[in-house]
């Protein structure tokens, strides 16, 4: 391991950022929930609530969508920065599940005011684009989240700050509805979105919005001046990227580290230690390819065992093999300096484990992995806290992912709940 690359120097890693290696569901919301003990503050950067961050605690689930993973930790800051498609009516549902479980949140929480809003419009273009491509369809989430992208990218949207110009915002949305509503009914054949339903979902909020509005570049700028931690975290996963993932199979937003200085204002020489989020095996929810993808009992297995459904939509995710020649080039796209493997024990009991090092290209165009096996482990893994204790052959199955990336395996997750952690190296 190069000495540069090196954890553990606390007064190095001031800035951490965590990002899902694949196509998301990584395990992300874990790992950032306990990272955050040693920050002042968590931060998005881009995606919307298409998102679906799963924390246990003690026990207790919850799943966060919007609001930073960040938020279970009572002294921690939140911030929402203006890569972040919001959905107001979205981000008040949670804030009040969050608020009945006894978590306080308006307080920490600050949203940036140029974050685009995702209007209802947005919602019914998304929902019914996907059924206009049939069976070409991406398998979006339905929130949203690509029409409000399109119409940031169109330097028509909506941002937050439209909000506090009341004369202003019912002049642009006059327009915005006109355009939409002209596709809706005409092109889509569907309903029309009305005014009234839009000012529901976004002015009718001002009042409780406005103590949370802020300038997310400056609070930043002002921890790093103070010298204090911050983890940012990345939604989705490296392979949805826009530019970077399996298009047009992908989410609408740069997922993958470089968007940290876009999404919330932070340039690239303040990051100090990205982490890379890796599943043991791989898993996908929508539509797209998936060289590794397994139709037969292991694959059953992954899924049972993994509970492979999707935190957001409940859709059952496509289970395979771990993608290591994918994950390669995602080490690269995000300079990234370690990687955490997750959920570790679902591979418990299986006779070999499989590694995809290769693809072979065939004249179809068909792709089809090429595997390494290893031997696989009858031990159990679940709940093992240290290096040395998990079974021989788990450690050699990490050891290779390790040596393949040419990156070093920090965090092992061996179980959901924040106890059931190897922390190789210390990170913050
Ligand atoms: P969209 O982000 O809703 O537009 O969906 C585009 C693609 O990204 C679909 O394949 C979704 O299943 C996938 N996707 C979006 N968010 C997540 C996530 O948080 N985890 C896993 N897949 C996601």
Redesign the pocket.
């Known amino acids: 391991m190069p000495e540069d690359r090196l954890v553990g120097d606390s007064m190095k890693n001031k800035n951490v950022v965590v990002i899902g290696t694949h196509?998301?569901?990584e395990g992300k919301g874990k790992i950032v929930d306990l990272l955050t003990e040693s920050v002042a503050a968590v931060v998005r950067f881009q995606?919307g609530h298409?998102?679906?961050h799963t924390l246990v605690v003690e026990g207790n689930k919850t799943v966060l969508h919007l609001i930073p993973s960040g938020i279970l930790h009572p002294t921690v800051q939140c911030l929402i920065g203006n890569g972040v498609v919001l959905s107001i009516p979205d981000l008040f549902k949670e804030i009040k599940e969050l608020e009945e479980a006894g978590v306080e949140v308006r307080n920490r929480l600050m949203l940036s005011l140029d974050c685009p809003l995702i209007m209802p419009y947005h919602i019914a273009l998304?929902v019914s684009v996907e059924k206009e491509r049939g069976n070409r369809k991406?398998?979006?989430?339905?929130?949203g989240?690509?029409p409000a992208y399109e119409d940031k990218v169109g330097r028509r949207g909506l941002r937050l700050r439209d909000l506090l110009d009341e004369q202003q915002l019912l002049f642009k949305l006059e327009g915005i509805l006109k355009q939409h509503n002209f596709m809706l009914e005409q092109y889509y054949g569907a309903e029309p979105v009305t005014l009234e339903a839009c000012l529901a979902a976004s002015l009718a909020y001002l009042d409780e919005l406005k103590p949370m509005m802020g300038d997310v570049l400056s609070q930043l700028a002002m921890l790093r001046r103070n010298g204090q931690a911050v983890l940012f975290e990345g939604?989705?996963?490296a392979l949805?990227d826009i530019d970077h993932g399996t298009y047009p199979?992908?989410?609408?937003s740069n997922t993958t580290a470089g968007a940290i200085s876009s999404g919330c204002g932070v340039g690239p020489l303040h990051l100090d230690y990205i982490l890379g989020i890796t599943k043991a095996y791989t898993t996908r929810?929508?539509?797209?390819p998936f060289p590794t993808e397994l139709h037969d009992s292991v694959g059953i297995h992954l899924a049972e065992k993994g509970h492979e459904f999707?935190a957001?939509t409940g859709r059952p995710r496509r289970c395979g093999w771990l993608d290591v020649c994918a994950l390669q080039r995602v080490v690269e796209m995000n300079s990234l300096t370690g990687l955490c493997i997750t959920k570790l024990d679902v591979l418990d009991g299986l006779d070999s484990v499989a590694i995809c090092v290769d693809y072979q290209e065939h004249s179809d165009g068909q792709i089809t992995p090429v595997y390494e096996t290893l031997a696989g482990w009858q031990e159990a893994s679940v709940g093992v806290k240290q290096y040395q204790d998990l079974p021989q052959n788990a450690q050699v199955y990490l050891d290779r992912i390790e040596a393949l990336c040419g990156i070093p395996v920090d965090v092992i997750s061996t179980g959901p709940d924040r106890a059931e952690t190897i922390l190789k190296r210390p990170i913050l």
Not at 138 to 143: K, L, N, P, Q, S
Not at 249 to 252: D, G, K, L, R
């Open positions: 196509w998301g569901d995606g298409n998102a679906g998304d991406i398998g979006t989430t339905g929130r989240i690509g939604a989705q996963g949805l199979f992908v989410t609408s929810v929508g539509e797209g999707g957001t």
